[in-house]
Each structure stands twice: as structure tokens, then as C-alpha cells.
């Protein structure tokens, strides 16, 4: 194991152990903790009570940050002639269909979203092999599966992610960056797992909101008090 940094040192002091902060307190305290030169990704872990591998229990959803991400999403619309002038407009990084179906065929997946039309996912299907791993498969779902291309693009470019749990019962994704003022963190923050609780299951039985942490690229994680959520 590597030895910590004086800065690491000093950003580990500034956590007490044991204890569980506000959303509040913890959105300004994972800036203060983070020590990377570049601007870090501000991430948050819920644990559920939730057994993914039984279908009734699967939470997966989406929700539109109000903050945004801070990320420069790449967007590629893979649609019919007649919505490549409103994917465009509404801000699509790469707007066509078959030269990108080819593209992605030979081994291309130089983006972070891919929205596309009913229509055209029998098409799309042949590229499972390649999307689905890397997570970029269209899906009705989280939306990027629909006719309204246009309104789709602008959603994601302006802070709408996907999520589902993973294997574990963890629901894991970067809500910002440590660039964000405390208060963007939390809005953020609290948008999304105020999201997680309303997609409970009904099937879940006991504490379905298990244990949160916030943390930054690298930094450790803030414990935090999941009833701290709801406050103003």
C-alpha cells in the first residue's frame, strides 16, 4: 500500500471517525478533503436493502441534476434523415445513422450517451455485443429510446443521468464536480437519492436506504445521515 501524502494526511484529520454528518455539512466537507490537481468527480454510494438478483427488487432510474453533472457529455443520435436538423439543434455531438452504425460495428464507441427512435432499434440490436458492455445500449427506460430526439438531447446535455444497482445493492454515480459550490453539491445530491427513495420497491422489506457516502476522485468517503436528506 502506498504511503498517504502530508496533503492526504491532513484531508483524512478533517473526518472523525464514526460519525455521520449532514448533506450539508458533508457537501461542504468533501471539497475541503479533496487534494487532486484537476477538478475531481463528486460521486455518491447508497446502499439499499434491496436484493438485485430478484426482479421485483431491481431499482433502476433516472433523474435530471439541477446543477447539471459538469461534465462534457458526448451525444450521439442515431436517428431517421427527418430528425437530424432537430438532433443537431438541440445540441447532439454526432447526428446520423447508418456511416455510425458501421462506425460502432468496427469497434467506434467514442461517446458517453446514444439516443435513438423505436423504430430504429432493430438495428440497433446487432450492436449489443459492443454497447452493452460499456453501458451505452439505448433503452426506453432511461429515455433514450423515443421520438422526441430533440427534447431527449437537450436533458442529457443539461444534467440528466441514468442508474441502476448493481449486483452488490449499491447505486453508485457522480452527481457533480468538486468545482461545485457546497450548495450544487447538495442540491445534487439530494435530488438524486430523494429519486432513489421514491423508486423503492415494494417487494424491498426492512431499511431500504442502508448507509450513504460522498466522496470525491480518490478522496475517502463522508458517512453520511440518511435523515439529514430532507432538510432545508
Avoid at 16 to 26: Q, V
Avoid at 173 to 196: D, H, M, Y
Amino acid at each position: 500500500m502506498s504511503k498517504l501524502t502530508k496533503n492526504q494526511k491532513l484531508a483524512l484529520g478533517k473526518i472523525e471517525a464514526g460519525k455521520a454528518y449532514t448533506l450539508k455539512e458533508a457537501s461542504a466537507l468533501v471539497k475541503e478533503i479533496t487534494t487532486t490537481k484537476f477538478d475531481a468527480s463528486v460521486d455518491v454510494d447508497v446502499r439499499l436493502g434491496v436484493d438485485p438478483r430478484k426482479a421485483n427488487q431491481m431499482v433502476r432510474g433516472v433523474v435530471s441534476l439541477p446543477h447539471g453533472t459538469g461534465k462534457q457529455v458526448r451525444v450521439l443520435a442515431l436517428c431517421t434523415p427527418d430528425k437530424e436538423a432537430e438532433a443537431t439543434a438541440a445540441g447532439a455531438d454526432y447526428v446520423g445513422l447508418d456511416e455510425y452504425i458501421n462506425k460502432i460495428k468496427g469497434g467506434w464507441t467514442d461517446v458517453d450517451v446514444i439516443i435513438t427512435m423505436p423504430s430504429i432499434m432493430g438495428k440497433i440490436g446487432a450492436l449489443g455485443r459492443v454497447l452493452g458492455p460499456r453501458g451505452l445500449m439505448p433503452n426506453p427506460k432511461s429515455g433514450t429510446v423515443t421520438n422526441e430526439i430533440g427534447n431527449a438531447v437537450k436533458e442529457v446535455k443539461q444534467g440528466k443521468i441514468d442508474f441502476k444497482v448493481d449486483k452488490s445493492g449499491i447505486v453508485h454515480t457522480s452527481i457533480g464536480k468538486v468545482s461545485f459550490t457546497p450548495e450544487q453539491i447538495r442540491g445534487n445530491a439530494k435530488e438524486f437519492i430523494q429519486t432513489l427513495i421514491k423508486l423503492k420497491p415494494t417487494a424491498a422489506k426492512g431499511a431500504y436506504i442502508k448507509s450513504i457516502y460522498l466522496s470525491s476522485t480518490m478522496s475517502a468517503g463522508i458517512k453520511i445521515d440518511p435523515k439529514s436528506v430532507d432538510e432545508i
